[in-house]
Each structure stands twice: as structure tokens, then as C-alpha cells.
């Protein structure tokens, strides 16, 4: 008969949650009629478990850009407002200003 278990799919082991790998292993010991009515379900939490972490690894990197970009932007604003003073000050003692 067909045996189903996480190993069968592409998923890296360590993708897939502890408590999953264990409703896998509880599923593989049953008979092959039980095992069979309810191994898609399983499979398809599974997929849908690494998706969602997939998913959520985007995001935090997408923040983590996001926070580094805004500490660029700061920095060159901070830099652009420094420059500006000075200019100002050289035309207010050329007394252009």
C-alpha cells in the first residue's frame, strides 16, 4: 500500500513544525485505509504551514529593508539640513542674505 509521510514531500524537515512531524508519524501508524482517508489533509496543512512561513521570512526581510532604507533617508536628510546651515551662514557673513 501507499505510505505517506513528510519525507515524500519537498519541504525540508525543519520547515515543517515539531507538532506536524508529529501528527505525521501518528498518521503513518495507522492502517493503510485510515492512513489514506486523512494523509491529503495532512499534506495539504503542511503546505500550507511552510507557505505561511515562507511568507512571513518575506516580510520581516521586506521590514528589515525598509528600516535600514529609513535610516538612510535620515541619515542624507540630517546631512542635507547640516549643508543648508552652512550655506546659509556663508551668505549671512558675505551678508548676501
Known sequence: ??????????????DVPQELRELN???????????????PALMRAIECSTRRRRILNLVQEALSQLRLDMKYLVFDLE???RERDQYRDMLEKDGLM
Not at 500500500?1 to 525543519?14: E, I, N, R, V
Not at 508519524?25 to 494523509?39: G, K, N, Q, S
Open 79 to 81: 546631512a542635507t539640513r
Open 25 to 39: 508519524a501518528a498518521i503513518d501508524a495507522l492502517p493503510a485505509t485510515y492512513r489514506d482517508a486523512v494523509a
Open 1 to 14: 500500500m501507499h505510505k505517506t509521510s513528510t519525507g515524500s514531500t519537498p519541504t525540508a524537515k525543519d
